[in-house]
Antibody, heavy 120, light 106 residues
Framework: EVQLVESGGGLVQPGGSLRLSCAAS????????MHWVRQAPGKGLVWVSR????????SYADSVKGRFTISRDNAKNTVYLQMNSLRAEDAALYYC?????????????WGQGTLVTVSS | SYELTQPPSVSVSPGQTASITCSGA??????ASWYQQKPGQSPLVVIY???RRPSGIPERFSGSNSGNTATLTISGTQPMDEADYFC?????????FGGGTKLTVL
């Protein structure tokens, strides 16, 4: 069974940092593009970042560029999102998902999400 | 920046056909996907590559994409289809989602 399990969310003050993790299982993780997508409470989906199969190619939404860094450890079947200089508008449920071997396409499956709260 | 526009809400009676639109500049030249999200759950893809339906998704879900509009159609809508639906496409290296449509079955 394909499974994505996010962790690392929590309460952080504005300007602070947090590192999210997503543990994958049930598929050939080292061949797949991985993505982070976020959803503020009661709002829509917003794509955040993606990383290619070996971590050498990354992309970011303009809203997080320069503050967030995506990376992966294929030995641990885990993708990370390092979030620095957090702002109130970064508060959201962060989902881990994949487009398979394609750099773009449809997202399937999705994890259950990890909640990030930014507040003083 | 590229935008996808959806109606905030659509209502349909059980057994009838629901159509949810997604508009964007030359969207027909891109590949559109649709996601269903029920309260407290993660999104689930119901249509990908404009018209394709993943295994396990009922046949009543179908999609089309032409010109500036992609459409998700649910034939014989059931109460269990009540959910938020989001369209999605890629603009170069950025994934774009529509704002979402709340489908009410009443």
């Amino acid at each position: 069974e394909v499974q994505l399990v996010e962790s690392g969310g929590g309460l952080v003050q504005p300007g602070g940092s947090l590192r999210l993790s997503c543990a994958a299982s049930g598929f050939t993780f080292s061949s797949y593009w991985m993505h982070w997508v976020r959803q503020a409470p009661g709002k829509g989906l917003v794509w955040v970042s993606r990383v290619n199969y070996d971590g050498t190619v990354t992309s970011y939404a303009d809203s997080v560029k320069g503050r967030f860094t995506i990376s992966r450890d294929n030995a641990k079947n885990t993708v990370y999102l390092q979030m620095n200089s957090l702002r109130a508008e970064d508060a959201a449920l962060y989902y881990c998902t994949t487009t398979g071997v394609r750099f773009s396409g449809w997202f399937d499956p999705w994890g259950q999400g990890t909640l990030v709260t930014v507040s003083s | 920046s590229y935008e996808l526009t959806q109606p905030p809400s659509v209502s349909v009676s059980p057994g009838q056909t629901a159509s949810i639109t997604c508009s964007g500049a030359k969207l027909g030249d891109k590949s559109a996907s649709w996601y269903q999200q029920k309260p407290g759950q993660s999104p689930l893809v119901v249509i990908y590559q404009d018209i394709r339906r993943p295994s396990g998704i009922p046949e009543r879900f179908s999609g089309s994409n032409s010109g500036n509009t992609a459409t998700l159609t649910i034939s014989g809508t059931q109460p269990m289809d009540e959910a938020d639906y989001f369209c999605q496409a890629w603009d170069s290296t950025t994934a774009i989602f529509g704002g979402g449509t709340k489908l009410t079955v009443l």
